[in-house]
């Protein structure tokens, strides 16, 4: 389980992949499908989110950025 770093409520739309990018914003990319090219990403909300390191930052089901632990196996 991961712990809620910020509170954001982005609604995901299919067909696209969602991260945090390396500047700390939400961003996303269109998922290459059947043989179609991927889309170029694009920055849907600005954070300016500083990354902690040792921990997976992500968009949880909620729509909102946690983070959860790495282990380093």
Do not use: C, T, W
């Not at 914003?25 to 043989?35: I, Q, T």
């Not at 600005?46 to 632990?69: F, I, P, Q, W």
């Amino acid at each position: 389980m991961g712990e809620k770093v910020e509170k954001v409520g982005i609604a995901r739309e299919a067909g696209f992949l969602y991260y945090i990018d390396k500047k700390g914003d939400v961003s996303r990319a269109k998922m290459a499908r059947g043989g179609k090219k991927g889309g170029k990403p694009q920055s849907i909300h600005k954070l300016g989110l500083k990354k902690e390191s040792g921990y997976l930052y992500y968009l949880d089901k909620k729509g909102d950025v946690s983070r959860a632990k790495m282990v380093n196996a």
